[in-house]
């Protein structure tokens, strides 16, 4: 039988976010590993190719090296978060992660650098990301309680919206001002600058009890187990799974078709996604008020039934639709992902107990980043077998059925006003 722990409101509900101390320093240690990592993102690829040469195939197993960690240990990363003080963890991660990433600059300064190294740099940072990330999703309800979760992850929503689409050019600026091995070094700054943040924060961080601990093992399968079977975890990952393999297809496809069939630039391409960001950044900032307005769970439907189909526009993108109609199409579709990005982590932290919070996120941080890759497979196959354009119909269409988990589950009744 799954148990919950209760959504309450508190005298904290009121007013915003930031007028809690310790979430301000949480938010700024997000904001200092965040810019850290937008800039390993980019940096880390063009060490390989502009300081070692790589190949095309170096560079893809540099890239599956850099998420092979989310798949490899997001399960057990959750069950030791769940027996460990989470604020230490996070600690903990961000000062693994500058110390590994400091071996760039420094490995290339000695001229030792080699592309392997930087394939084991890219998965040590990845397990580092992942006790993080981990780490993070299950402290925030202690920091602000769990009656202000909705404000708390708008803030940190648009946050990773908005350095997803700034990050790339500062990452860029950094490298061609001072070289990419060099430029590694603004991502140790950002993961010591998060760790020195996070140790001021005040908040209870009470050891977990060890009493009845079980394997490693029983205690993944029964974070699973709960995700699986609970009724309000189930559809979110139903909905997240859902979200992430169209939204792959669909990023996927568009470039094929926008450079073949409509004879696009890739800067034009880029601005196109550039504009998907800024919907994300603008769903997470509209997600509080939006629920404040509606409740959380009609928010979900109501707004996928409004919404999500204008994503339908990107497959008509040069056949009878124009493209700026499509871009249109495309900012508002993600617009609802952004705001969802918001609910639906509030609603999985709102209902799960302390002593499974980690394993519920890394379960879920799992099974998502799996639904990327097998999104990434669907999108090639269906492109082989169908072509470009229906294969990013397959995507779009599932945009816009990712309401229906949500409205086939209770969750669509909840008012969830955090």
């Known amino acids: 039988m799954n148990t919950t722990t209760p959504i309450t409101a508190g005298p904290t509900t009121r007013g ?23 800039t390993g993102r980019l940096a880390l690829p063009l060490v390989a190719i502009l300081a070692l040469g790589a190949g095309e195939g ?14 490899l240990v997001g399960l057990p990363a959750g069950a030791l978060v769940d027996r460990l ?14 110390v590994v990433l400091a071996w760039v600059p420094v490995g290339w300064w000695l001229g030792v650098l080699t ?50 689409v700034a990050g790339p050019a500062g990452a860029g600026g950094l490298v061609g001002l001072l070289t990419a ?102 769903g997470a900032l509209l997600a509080r008020r939006l629920s404040g307005w509606l409740g959380a769970g009609r928010t979900l439907w109501l707004l996928g039934i409004g919404v999500a189909p204008f994503g339908l526009a990107v497959p008509l993108a040069g056949a009878g639709v124009p493209l700026w109609a499509a871009a249109a199409g495309w900012l ?31 379960t879920f941080r799992t099974l998502l980043q799996g639904a990327l890759a097998i999104g990434g497979l669907l999108a090639g196959l269906a492109g082989e077998l169908l072509g470009a354009r229906p294969a990013l119909w397959l995507g779009a269409a599932g945009l816009g059925l990712v309401w229906v988990p949500i409205f086939c589950s209770s969750i669509r009744s909840m008012s969830g006003r955090w």
């Open 115 to 164: 592309i392997e190294h930087l394939y084991v740099v890219a998965l040590l940072v990845g397990a580092g990301t992942v006790c993080f990330d981990v780490g993070a999703q299950s402290f925030l309800p202690r920091v602000v309680g769990r009656d202000r979760l909705v404000g708390a992850n708008s803030a940190l929503g648009a946050l990773s919206a908005g350095s997803a």
């Open 181 to 282: 091995p060099v430029a590694v070094l603004a991502n140790v700054v950002g993961m010591l600058g998060s760790a020195a943040l996070l140790a001021g924060v005040r908040s209870a961080d009470p050891r977990p009890a060890l009493a009845g601990r079980r394997r490693l093992t029983a205690e993944i399968g029964e974070g699973v187990r709960y995700v699986v079977g609970h009724p309000v975890l189930r559809p979110i990952l139903l909905q997240g799974s859902l979200a992430n393999l169209s939204i792959v297809m669909v990023t996927v496809m568009a470039p094929v078709v926008f450079v073949r069939e409509l004879g696009l630039s890739p800067a034009a391409v880029g601005v196109f996604f550039a504009g998907g960001g800024a919907g994300v950044f603008l």
């Open 16 to 38: 915003s976010v930031f007028r809690h101390r310790d979430f301000r320093y949480l938010f700024a240690a997000a904001a200092a590993s965040r810019a850290g990592y937008e």
């Open 332 to 362: 508002l579709a993600v617009t609802k992902v952004g705001v969802d990005n918001v609910l639906l982590v509030s609603f999985r932290q709102a209902v799960t107990p302390d002593r499974l919070l980690g394993r519920m996120n890394a």
């Open 58 to 71: 170096q560079l893809g197993l540099l890239a599956a090296f850099s998420t092979a960690a989310f798949l």
């Open 85 to 98: 003080r989470k604020r230490p963890v996070m600690i903990a991660a961000d000062l693994a992660r500058a």
